[in-house]
């Protein structure tokens, strides 16, 4: 028998409780969100319990959102696999924004080691537990976390780059 | 006999006698070191294909005496340097021109090493002109073989008219403690 959707609902709901909600399919794909303190228990829930079997995490990536309360500005988006059933699961928690950090999953996927690396090293979202948090992609000396949206689009102090060449004035001709 | 279509290159200024021809020795080991460039490619993206045409067959640089490609920084004279090059591997570019022994030449073949290109981005280095010093600069994106013969070419002119004297110059020095390289 196929895995379903509602089943999945139902014992996470019976294990879980309050602590995951908002239960949706969207683009085909069965979506939840858990709360940051039990998320690290859901997925191990979805990996161990046999039914389920979600044994393969194909991706993990971050989300800053701003504008949103403090407590929901960043968010952690976790892709599931069920190789047997070929059902996948997305798993979403929300962070808080001047703090972001959740428990790692390294130790139930060794695969989400680089991946949280690298959420760390472009949104700053500190990852509990990894072994290794270290910028994986950017240079070392870097300081800031260049996908969170407050980073400037372009470096106002370069010298090299004339706007007059790049049509970034009002009238190029003139000047 | 039939007209040999071979194209030498033309010898220096000099004086021409019975048996014997005297010319400057700046001139001569200019005219050496100049048909004789060993490039190192530091190819990272297309450009570095442009550049593979370049060396094959159909437009093949060993016409003009870049016939061994080094891949050891220790044995080439001039670095190509084809493609975009990243914040992060800055120090390693850096590194292999360091190992360079003088003189040593640079090209920067194409867009991004000459200025960024495109990427005007936090990961990329806007031109490696920011931590080595070039000699010729090569428009195009990427360039075609031609236009990476004519930047070699255009390095020949540089080479053959050279002094000796140059890389112990208080400017060269001066140059090169621009960018701290000892």
């Known amino acids: ?175 | 006999m039939e007209k040999n279509k071979v194209n030498m290159v033309a010898a220096p200024e000099g004086h021409v006698g019975e048996g014997f021809f005297a010319t400057k020795l700046d001139q001569v080991v200019g005219l050496a070191r100049a048909n004789s460039l060993w490039p190192l490619p530091f190819a990272t993206s297309c450009c570095g294909i442009e550049f593979m045409a370049t060396m094959a067959s159909h437009y093949d640089l060993a016409r003009f005496g870049s016939e061994r490609v080094s891949f050891s920084p220790r044995q080439a004279d001039m670095l190509l340097v084809m493609g975009t090059i990243s914040k992060k591997m800055a120090p390693i570019l850096r590194q292999v021109y360091e190992q360079m022994s003088e003189p040593r030449w640079v090209i920067a073949v194409g867009a991004c090493a000459s200025s960024g290109g495109i990427f005007d981005t936090y990961s990329v280095l806007q031109g490696i002109d920011k931590v080595i010093p070039v000699d010729v600069y090569v428009p195009g994106c990427p360039p075609r073989p031609e236009q990476i013969v004519d930047g070699v070419m255009q390095l020949q002119e540089l080479v053959k008219s050279e002094s000796q004297r140059r890389r112990h110059s208080a400017e060269y020095k001066e140059l090169l403690a621009s960018y701290n390289i000892e």
């Open chain 1, 1 to 175: 028998m196929a895995l379903e959707s509602v089943d999945i609902q139902n014992k996470l709901q019976e294990t879980f409780g309050d602590h995951v909600k908002y239960f949706r399919t969207e683009y085909d794909m069965f979506v939840l969100e858990a709360d940051v303190d039990v998320v690290y228990n859901v997925i191990k829930f979805l990996k161990e319990e046999p039914s389920l079997n979600f044994s393969f995490l194909t991706d993990l990536c971050g989300v800053h959102y701003p504008d949103s309360n403090l407590n929901e500005q960043f968010c952690v988006v976790y892709h599931l696999h069920n190789w047997y059933e070929n059902k996948r699961i997305r798993v979403k928690t929300f962070l808080n924004g001047t703090n972001p950090e959740v428990k790692s999953i390294v130790s139930l996927f060794n695969c989400a080691n680089w991946m949280e690396r690298e959420t760390f090293d472009f949104y700053g979202i500190n990852f509990d537990g990894h072994p290794n948090l270290v910028r994986i992609l950017n240079m070392d000396e870097m300081t800031s976390f260049p996908m969170r949206k407050e980073f400037p689009m372009e470096d106002s102090g370069r010298t090299d780059k004339d706007d007059r060449f790049f049509g970034r004035t009002i009238n190029n001709a003139t000047i």
